[in-house]
């Protein structure tokens, strides 16, 4: 059997489903119309599925307006058509759109309340910053003061060098004087006495700087001494002030200037290893060696400085090549260079005083060097968190103008809303009752064209159609199933129109009934002929044959038992044919569309069974080696069958469920 004969030769058997108690509720007029309703199928699956988009669309639209009334109805026992229900029901509607109203000023306050937080967060950001800067310019001059004290410790009877490299501790003094009276708020930092106001504070420095370093004793017995003396007091205060500056830091807000915060504060502490790393170097050069404990420190500020100075490309990714620079300097390769000289042994000899000043003096360039471009480093830091800081301020203001803005317009459009949703309801309440009688009526009628149309075609494929999107599709594994009554020339010559139709009506009834159990598609139906597949148009991965083969084995068990009402001795048998391939599906026509199968695995299936033989199913090779690989299928080998188009194929009977 050719499946691409003439549509006009097929026929489909369509019961459209009943409404149920709903409607039957509904007026007289409903029922009155279902007899000619059935007259008018073609004209309402044309027009349902050619204009379904605005269907929906004003059924949306008179949905939820026939909602709103029934809600109120059916939870206040309102009735919006009575005067009293009027009145409620414009009370209602009145309130409704007020409480987003009052949702939205409400939020818009919270908002313009947080925006004020950030916005007195930022500005005591912007002083958090200021008094860090000030901390650090001071920790900044007491690290140089260090440095050139402890430098000038060494060679203090070489007027030569000091000369050449500037050096002048009276005027460091001044500086570090100048950086400190600059601090507008001294923080007092808890933990010694000598920080517990700014002058006391002075007061010590200027003391320490008049008994220890103006008035040095240059013997080699106390030289040490003082040298020591001078390294504690110094790492002791910049320590003490570092940590304060870490507090700062650590009180501000969380806005995106803490990145450069903590940037900031790591390479100030990488800056005082760096120079603590420098004291202890002039030392290990001047003496030519370290005890144990201070060769250890010396090691350990130099890793330290390392590490910061990764903390701040961490929290600071554009500071990676800003590092990168200082590292290929000429500077901080010659202090790298001495680190790892000086650490090769604990001591160190030269061959005569004029060189071991060169060194330490090459060193003390180099180390100063290197301090010197870390400071303009976070001189750039300084620079760009006050254009963030600028850049956040400006941005939580124009925040704050926008919200107010917000807030004035909601306060100003409110009384509009509420007038025009007045004259709204007034209007709606107007035709509110045939609107509901409307929006009932024209459910039921989609309801009914909805029904037609899935008993007519696919789910999915129906929604395509009435979506406007292509039905056509090509599956590359589907199973097909023709299945025929033997002997049906004789059965219908022996049978009248009436009882004819009786059988097969019997008949695909029941099959209809078993198809409901497996994952298959009634394709069509012509005379006895019954056509059947699995794979499409929903796809189940290999799972086609074995639907089409459960079915088989089903519709070939209950055959024999179908009993026909004007012979109850005829008993029918059936020839079935499957096989599996490649097709092709979709919809054809517009009058009464039906979803029919194209391709070679339709002509195929439907030879499997012409050739086939009573009461038995016969199925090709590749149908037999999807069930095989599935397993749970028993099947015998026919042999070879002349196909019309194919020559001779190996075919199979399919027995049984393993």
Known sequence: MDQLQAGSKWAKIIQPSGEGSQDEEEDEDDDNGEEGYNTVIDDEIKKELTSSTSKDDSTMASESVAISLQWLDKLCGITPTTKRGHNIYMACMLLIPLIPIFALITQNVILLNDIIIRRTDLIDSEGSVERSDEAAWLVSTLQKERSEALFSLFVDNNIATQISIGLD??????????????????????????????????????????????????????????????????????????????????SSNGSSTWRFLITYKNILRAIESVGIEMSFGIRFQGRGNLVAKNFGKFIEQHKLSQEYLLQGEAFLTNMRDDLKKIRSTKDYKAYDKMYKQLIRNNTITFPNETEKVDSILNYFRSSRGVMRQLRMNINDIRIRMNDVIRMEIFSVQREYAFGIFILAILFLISPMIVLLIRNAVNALQTFSASLKKKVKDLRREKRR??????????????????????????????????????????????????????????????????????????????????????????????????????????????????????????????????????????????????????????????????????????????????????????????????????????????????
């Open 169 to 250: 501790l009276k005027a460091r003094f001044l500086q570090t004087d100048k950086a400190l009276e600059n601090v507008k708020n001294w923080r007092s930092p808890e933990g010694s006495e000598m920080f517990r106001s700014k002058l006391r504070f002075q007061i010590r420095l200027d003391d320490f700087r008049k008994r220890v370093i103006e008035n040095n004793e240059t013997n080699a017995d106390t030289s040490e001494l003082v040298v020591e003396d001078a390294m504690g007091f110094y790492n002791y205060a910049t320590r003490v002030l570092l940590d304060d500056l870490t507090n700062i830091i650590r």
């Open 449 to 658: 064209a909805e029904t037609l149309i899935y008993q007519m075609l696919p789910k999915s494929v129906a929604d395509n159609l009435k979506a406007n999107k292509q039905t056509s599709e090509t599956f590359d594994s589907a199973t097909v199933c023709f299945t025929e009554i033997d002997g049906f020339k004789d059965i219908a010559r022996r049978c009248s129109p009436l009882e004819l139709f009786d059988l097969l009506n019997i008949l695909y009834k029941t099959f209809d009934a078993r198809i409901d159990s497996n994952d298959v598609y009634k394709v069509e139906t012509i005379n006895d002929s019954y056509m059947v597949a699995s794979g499409l148009p929903e796809r189940n991965g290999d799972r086609h044959a074995a639907e089409i083969a459960n079915l088989c084995l089903d519709l070939l068990f209950i055959t024999p038992g179908i009993l026909i009402q004007h012979d109850v001795n005829l008993r029918l048998k059936i020839r079935v044919g499957i096989h599996t391939g490649a097709t092709t599906a979709g919809v054809v026509g517009s009058k009464m569309p039906r979803y029919c199968l194209f391709g070679d695995t339709v002509n195929v299936a439907s030879r499997m069974q012409s050739t086939g033989e009573a009461m038995k199913i016969q199925m090709t090779y590749e149908t037999k080696m999807l069930l095989d690989n599935l397993g749970g299928y028993i099947s015998d080998m026919r042999g070879q069958v002349e196909v019309k188009g194919k020559g001779y194929m190996d075919t199979y009977w399919l027995v049984s469920r393993a």
